[in-house]
T-cell receptor
């Protein structure tokens, strides 16, 4: 069964430090995609970054990078030089080609950036 | 483009009442989905549609109906509201390009529903 696990319900990080948000996934489909979304307190869902299962390099988008370890089925989000505005809920999600293209989400990690 | 729009933003229902949450997108996306978000549960897929006239169930479909008569609209119907359906509901849409998996899913602003 498709499954996304985010083991950190909450994290506190000092401003300007790097932070890693964990995500592991379970799939038997060789073709899949992994996403990270940010949800600030205002409630909207903001797409951050995408990694395909066949991508050779880890995805990067500005201060966001995805540490993709395929053998370990891990897709951790790394935020470099954290800012107060990074305080939010972060969701990992997966999409499988063979499952009607559904996108399934993890339970999320609430990140608090401390000044 | 307005993107994905949802109405209403807030709604309070009494147990047993019915209502329809509206979702529309103007990006000509084939794929549309409904999720509910509950504290500690993340986003759970209720129903989805891969194109007009085609719908299917997600993880938590019970108590909800959907239809997709046009590409633009994907309403979610609660036939007999229950307190367990108190949640924030998100509609989302995206393209479904052949051979690709990476296209972004666009979300509406959400509807906060309370069932008393």
């Amino acid at each position: 069964a498709q499954k996304i696990t985010q083991t950190q319900p909450g994290m506190f990080v000092q401003e300007k430090e790097a932070v890693t948000l964990d995500c592991t996934y379970d799939t038997s489909d060789p073709s899949y995609g992994l996403f990270w979304y940010k949800q600030p307190s205002s409630g909207e869902m903001i797409f951050l970054i995408y990694q395909g299962s066949y991508d050779q390099q880890n995805a990067t988008e500005g201060r966001y990078s995805l540490n993709f370890q395929k053998a370990r089925k891990s897709a951790n989000l790394v935020i470099s030089a954290s800012q107060l505005g990074d305080s939010a809920m972060y969701f990992c999600a997966m999409r499988e080609r063979g499952r009607d293209d559904k996108i399934i989400f993890g339970k999320g990690t609430r990140l608090h950036i401390l000044p | 483009n307005a993107g994905v729009t949802q109405t209403p933003k807030f709604q309070v229902l009494k147990t047993g009442q019915s209502m329809t949450l509206q979702c529309a997108q103007d990006m000509n996306h084939e794929y549309m989905s409904w999720y509910r978000q509950d504290p500690g549960m993340g986003l759970r897929l209720i129903h989805y549609s891969v194109g007009a006239g085609i719908t299917d169930q997600g993880e938590v479909p019970n108590g909800y109906n959907v239809s997709r008569s046009t590409t633009e609209d994907f309403p979610l119907r609660l036939l007999s509201a229950a307190p367990s359906q108190t949640s924030v509901y998100f509609c989302a849409s995206r393209f479904t390009p052949s051979g690709g998996l990476g296209n972004e899913q666009f979300f509406g602003p959400g509807t906060r529903l309370t069932v008393l």
